[in-house]
């Protein structure tokens, strides 16, 4: 199937509050004809906001929305063509999966006969044929999502959005549910948003992350550059896990951390001598290292978790601040005692991110937020 | 009696006096009006099912119970369709406009049925309101009969009965989760279809409770029907009345409480009943 079947979606310069209460500001996205976005923030950031002043349930303050470049604003969510997914799919509990999939094409009086076709076709790439007859209390919830997938995108809509769409689901059904539905979403070459305050989710889905925290955008990237090249403190414990450690700036490609090393970054960090920065390094980009290593940090080993494939090791520095590694369960084994000393090292120093927030910010800010 | 028993009944204790009071006011009179019933004369002699043959042959008499039945089912149809705006806009209200609401609503339940029977002479009488302005304002020519008018009566008794409707309805609106709504919408129904082919399908249960409330309520309104029907109405509860004061013919007039009291019942259990069917597929509302 073409890519070019979703709209292109641009909005420029939203603004929205709830009375004194500033839901979102400045908010400039462009997304292209046939892309997946996930919006990620935690709860309280404005994604569920935006999504509504996307589909039309809500009219921004301020600022456009287009559509492949005309303005939607004045236009009500039951002429946008959007297809919704909803967070508890909103399956319709009083019609059969058969008629939840031919409600909009019924709203847009479509030929029984073409509604039947176009149904058909629908529950097929759902794989949900065999299920047309039953009420969705029948269904399991990968089930009712499959049908929440097949009613949104059964009117051929220019634009799908999904709200929250997999939170609903076991743990375990949850990856298998992402891929299925990233790839009916890419087969249909929609345009798809899709709303989490999941990372996991935003990054196993999407081409590219928004990242909301308080109503603005703080970064926009792909899922790779987002994790490797966080624009901010937030973003780099929002995304995934990390490890932040304080330290001083004492070269323009030096830091001084507090745990005990300086290490060097091969690259200005773009700050004056002595300002106090954190350093990102993230729990796969440290490993266990000898003394003699430049930039080696001596911790004592408080924990090891086995976590399958790989386990996560809990060294604390001299400076009393908590460092996690993340490795191979071969490498980790021998050296990870509890109470054993040992050094640590930063595989990849260009991976390091370095802000001048202070991690206590990031910290209390992450509590309220979460 | 062993342990458990005991604490059975132990449990059953604090319930004693209001049994007691539903037995005392309800049950007794109640089998004292089947026993009465079951006389073929006036003067209670003899032993029968007289009355109810007498009932069941009297055109007259079929004819005062369905049109009570009429009645009550046009009061609750009319208050049904009154009702929803009224639910739709408080639910979408913000919480204050719900509290002005909710006490419009429970307003006229704080006043007397005479008092607000009354209102509704003073509104519709031949000086009334209604007559006052149109004959002021040139529209009508001379005054019209409102009162003692059946379609006074069913104003009246709507006007009446509405928070037994509203109230269930509103109810059940609450419940129906917006995203229903909001999906439908997305999928391009309009508001009209919105609502016919997902609100009121899924608020039916309350819109049920609500109705049979009010066709119960309508259909044995004695006040009201007497007042704003006068006497040229003849419904059951007036008839009874009739019956048992007028005439003094207490069996018939026992009679006829039953036949009424069986039809209205009758037909709460059995609308009740299918809409547990049909509502089955509703159970995550």
Same mark, same amino acid.
């Given at each position: 199937?073409?890519?070019?079947?979703?709209?292109?979606?641009?909005?420029?310069?939203?603004?929205?509050?709830?009375?004194?209460?500033?839901? /979102?500001?400045?908010?400039?996205?462009?997304?292209?004809?046939?892309?997946?976005?996930?919006?990620?923030? %935690?709860?309280?950031? =404005?994604?569920?906001?935006? /999504?509504?002043?996307?589909?039309?349930?809500?009219?921004?303050?301020?600022?456009?929305?287009?559509?492949?470049?005309?303005?939607?604003?004045?236009?009500?969510?039951?002429?946008?063509?959007?297809?919704?997914?909803?967070? #508890?799919?909103?399956?319709? %509990?009083? /019609?059969?999966?058969?008629?939840?999939?031919?409600?909009?094409?019924?709203?847009?009086?479509?030929?029984?006969?073409?509604?039947?076709?176009?149904?058909?076709?629908?529950?097929?790439?759902?794989?949900?044929?065999?299920?047309?007859?039953?009420?969705?209390?029948?269904?399991?919830?990968?089930?009712? @999502?499959?049908?929440?997938?097949?009613?949104?995108?059964?009117?051929?809509?220019?634009?799908?959005?999904?709200?929250?769409?997999?939170?609903?689901?076991?743990?375990?059904?949850?990856?298998?549910? @992402?891929?299925?539905?990233?790839?009916?979403?890419?087969?249909?070459?929609?345009?798809?948003?899709?709303?989490?305050?999941?990372?996991?989710?935003?990054?196993?889905?999407?081409?590219?992350?928004?990242?909301? #925290?308080?109503?603005?955008?703080?970064?926009?990237?792909? %899922?790779?550059?987002?994790?490797?090249?966080?624009?901010?403190?937030?973003?780099?414990?929002?995304?995934?896990?990390? #490890?932040?450690?304080?330290?001083?700036?004492?070269?323009?490609?030096?830091?001084?951390?507090?745990?005990?090393?300086?290490?060097?970054?091969?690259?200005?960090?773009?700050?004056?001598?002595?300002?106090?920065?954190?350093?990102?390094?993230?729990?796969?980009?440290?490993?266990?290292?000898?003394?003699?290593?430049?930039?080696?940090?001596?911790?004592?080993?408080?924990?090891?978790?086995?976590?399958?494939?790989?386990?996560?090791?809990? =060294?604390?520095?001299?400076? =009393?601040?908590?460092?996690?590694?993340?490795?191979?369960?071969?490498?980790?084994?021998?050296?990870?005692?509890?109470?054993? #000393?040992?050094? /640590?090292?930063?595989?990849?120093?260009?991976?390091?991110?370095?802000?001048?927030?202070?991690?206590?910010?990031?910290?209390?800010?992450?509590?309220?937020?979460? | 009696?062993?342990?458990?028993?005991?604490?059975? *009944?132990?449990?059953?204790?604090?319930?004693?006096?209001?049994?007691?009071?539903?037995?005392?006011?309800?049950?007794?009179?109640?089998?004292?009006?089947?026993?009465?019933?079951?006389?073929?004369?006036?003067?209670?002699?003899?032993?029968?099912?007289?009355?109810?043959?007498?009932?069941?042959?009297?055109?007259?008499?079929?004819?005062?119970?369905?049109?009570?039945?009429?009645?009550?089912?046009?009061? +609750?149809?009319?208050?049904?369709?009154?009702?929803?705006?009224? +639910?739709? $806009?408080? $639910?979408?209200?913000?919480?204050?406009?719900?509290?002005?609401?909710?006490?419009?609503?429970?307003?006229?339940?704080?006043?007397?049925?005479?008092?607000?029977?009354?209102?509704?002479?003073?509104?519709?009488?031949?000086?009334?309101?209604?007559?006052?302005?149109?004959?002021?304002?040139?529209?009508?020519?001379?005054?019209?009969?409102?009162?003692?008018?059946?379609?006074?009566?069913?104003?009246?008794?709507?006007?009446?009965?509405?928070?037994?409707?509203?109230?269930?309805?509103?109810?059940?609106?609450?419940?129906?989760?917006?995203?229903?709504?909001?999906?439908?919408?997305?999928?391009?129904?309009?508001?009209?279809?919105?609502?016919?082919?997902?609100?009121?399908?899924?608020?039916?249960?309350?819109?049920?409770?609500?109705?049979?409330?009010?066709?119960?309520?309508?259909?044995?309104?004695?006040?009201?029907?007497?007042?704003?029907?006068?006497?040229?109405?003849?419904?059951?509860?007036?008839?009874?009345?009739?019956?048992?004061?007028?005439?003094?013919?207490?069996?018939?007039?026992?009679?006829?409480?039953?036949?009424?009291?069986?039809?209205?019942?009758?037909?709460?259990?059995?609308?009740?009943?299918? *809409?547990?069917?049909?509502?089955?597929?509703?159970?995550?509302?």
């Amino acid at each position: 199937m073409s890519n070019t079947r979703g709209h292109s979606l641009d909005l420029m310069d939203i603004g929205h509050a709830f009375g004194a209460t500033v839901a /979102l500001d400045g908010i400039n996205l462009a997304v292209a004809a046939g892309e997946l976005i996930a919006l990620l923030g %935690p709860s309280g950031c =404005g994604k569920t906001t935006m /999504l509504q002043i996307i589909a039309g349930f809500l009219r921004p303050s301020r600022g456009e929305v287009r559509f492949d470049g005309a303005r939607v604003e004045h236009i009500p969510a039951n002429r946008r063509s959007i297809g919704m997914v909803f967070q #508890n799919y909103a399956l319709f %509990p009083h /019609l059969t999966v058969f008629e939840n999939v031919a409600y909009g094409l019924r709203a847009r009086k479509t030929a029984n006969a073409e509604v039947a076709t176009k149904v058909e076709q629908m529950l097929g790439l759902a794989q949900m044929t065999t299920f047309a007859r039953r009420l969705p209390g029948e269904l399991s919830g990968g089930q009712q @999502q499959r049908v929440a997938l097949a009613r949104a995108l059964a009117i051929d809509p220019g634009l799908v959005l999904l709200d929250e769409p997999f939170s609903a689901l076991d743990k375990n059904l949850r990856l298998d549910m @992402q891929i299925e539905i990233k790839s009916l979403l890419k087969t249909f070459g929609v345009t798809s948003i899709i709303v989490t305050h999941d990372q996991e989710e935003a990054l196993s889905m999407a081409d590219r992350i928004v990242v909301l #925290n308080k109503g603005r955008i703080e970064q926009i990237d792909n %899922p790779d550059a987002l994790y490797d090249r966080p624009a901010s403190l937030f973003i780099s414990s929002f995304i995934g896990h990390t #490890n932040l450690l304080r330290g001083t700036v004492t070269e323009t490609d030096r830091v001084l951390l507090d745990a005990g090393p300086e290490i060097d970054l091969g690259r200005s960090v773009q700050r004056r001598r002595g300002t106090p920065v954190t350093v990102s390094v993230r729990p796969e980009n440290v490993e266990f290292g000898a003394a003699e290593r430049p930039g080696a940090i001596p911790v004592t080993i408080r924990v090891t978790v086995p976590l399958g494939a790989v386990s996560v090791t809990e =060294g604390i520095t001299a400076s =009393g601040e908590a460092v996690k590694i993340s490795q191979a369960r071969a490498a980790t084994t021998a050296k990870a005692q509890a109470g054993s #000393n040992v050094w /640590l090292a930063i595989s990849d120093l260009s991976r390091v991110s370095i802000f001048s927030t202070p991690v206590d910010d990031v910290s209390s800010q992450q509590q309220r937020s979460i | 009696m062993t342990p458990a028993s005991t604490t059975a *009944s132990r449990q059953l204790l604090p319930v004693i006096p209001l049994a007691a009071l539903f037995f005392a006011a309800f049950v007794l009179p109640l089998a004292a009006l089947v026993a009465i019933s079951l006389f073929r004369t006036p003067q209670f002699a003899e032993l029968s099912l007289a009355q109810y043959l007498r009932f069941l042959s009297d055109p007259f008499s079929i004819k005062v119970l369905s049109d009570t039945l009429l009645l009550g089912a046009e009061v +609750a149809l009319a208050a049904l369709v009154l009702a929803y705006p009224l +639910a739709l $806009v408080y $639910v979408a209200s913000g919480q204050f406009m719900r509290t002005l609401i909710t006490f419009l609503i429970m307003l006229p339940l704080l006043t007397s049925t005479v008092v607000r029977t009354f209102a509704w002479i003073v509104i519709l009488g031949r000086d009334g309101i209604i007559n006052s302005a149109m004959l002021s304002l040139g529209l009508w020519q001379a005054p019209a009969r409102l009162l003692y008018t059946w379609e006074g009566m069913v104003l009246a008794l709507t006007q009446i009965q509405l928070p037994l409707m509203a109230l269930p309805v509103i109810n059940s609106l609450l419940r129906l989760d917006g995203n229903l709504t909001r999906a439908a919408e997305g999928l391009g129904a309009s508001r009209a279809r919105t609502f016919v082919t997902v609100i009121l399908p899924l608020t039916l249960p309350g819109a049920i409770a609500g109705w049979l409330l009010v066709f119960a309520a309508a259909a044995t309104a004695f006040i009201t029907q007497t007042l704003v029907g006068g006497g040229r109405i003849i419904l059951m509860p007036s008839y009874i009345y009739q019956q048992a004061v007028g005439v003094q013919d207490w069996p018939f007039a026992a009679a006829l409480s039953l036949v009424f009291t069986l039809a209205v019942t009758g037909i709460v259990f059995a609308i009740g009943a299918l *809409s547990r069917r049909y509502v089955r597929g509703i159970d995550a509302v």
